[in-house]
T-cell receptor, first 112, second 114 residues
Framework: NAGVTQTPKFRILKIGQSMTLQCTQD?????MYWYRQDPGMGLKLIYYSVGAGITDKGEVPNGYNVSRSTTEDFPLRLELAAPSQTSVYFC???????????FGPGTRLTVL | SQKIEQNSEALNIQEGKTATLTCNYT??????LQWYRQDPGRGPVFLLL?????KEKRKERLKVTFDTTLKQSLFHITASQPADSATYLCALDDSGAGSYQLTFGKGTKLSVIP
């Protein structure tokens, strides 16, 4: 099993550009999550999903959108990138709430 | 307001000693608390989960305690090794208030000195 995979690993965007961060898991987990991690800060939940077709906002959803059309994939869309979105983004999955979360390797995004 | 505080940003200990990391929380009613390890440039990796009705959990050289009265969890690494050097994150839910998503602390960076 590959676990949780994320692409790309690194990306530089200009202000106002858009992009999609990809996340795929092969563990048949229902729950998937997107976090951002800024230097010296804890992980902040952006969006999460409890199954295909069901998504909900986390603590810091502004400027982001998600969709969940399949169990495996949970892409994160950034529209009109801003410097405040410079961060490391982690995707994670779990079998259910209350279970351990499996994290991907992260995407380092810089917005200039 | 809600807070999760991990005892210090950085902790240095000698190889072979026991490292003790603290996670304190305010205004949460967690059903469980989790500990993760994060190495530089990588995603967090799950270590242990302890539920509100459990006082202690062990896994090899790791031990976690959970005191819901003190609102505190302690994470111990016995016989520490340089390979244990990493940032350790605690995370908890707030299911008592109807929120089941994890909130993470900022982490404690542990350095084990040979």
């Amino acid at each position: 099993n590959a676990g949780v995979t994320q692409t790309p690993k690194f990306r530089i965007l200009k202000i106002g550009q858009s992009m999609t961060l990809q996340c795929t898991q092969d563990m048949n987990h229902n729950y998937m999550y997107w976090y951002r991690q800024d230097p010296g800060m804890g992980l902040k939940l952006i969006y999460y999903s409890v199954g295909a077709g069901i998504t909900d906002k986390g603590e810091v959803p502004n400027g982001y959108n998600v969709s969940r059309s399949t169990t495996e994939d949970f892409p994160l869309r950034l529209e009109l990138a801003a410097p405040s979105q410079t961060s490391v983004y982690f995707c994670a999955s779990s079998y259910s709430r209350g279970n351990e979360q499996f994290f991907g390797p992260g995407t380092r995004l810089t917005v200039l | 307001s809600q807070k999760i505080e991990q005892n210090s940003e950085a902790l240095n200990i000698q190889e072979g000693k026991t490292a003790t990391l603290t996670c304190n929380y305010t205004n949460y009613s967690p059903a469980y608390l989790q500990w993760y390890r994060q190495d530089p440039g990588r995603g967090p990796v799950f270590l242990l989960l302890i539920r509100e009705n459990e006082k202690e959990k062990r896994k090899e050289r790791l031990k976690v305690t959970f005191d819901t009265t003190l609102k505190q969890s302690l994470f111990h690494i016995t016989a520490s090794q340089p390979a244990d050097s990493a940032t350790y994150l605690c995370a908890l839910d707030d299911s008592g208030a109807g929120s089941y998503q994890l909130t993470f602390g900022k982490g404690t960076k542990l350095s084990v000195i040979p």
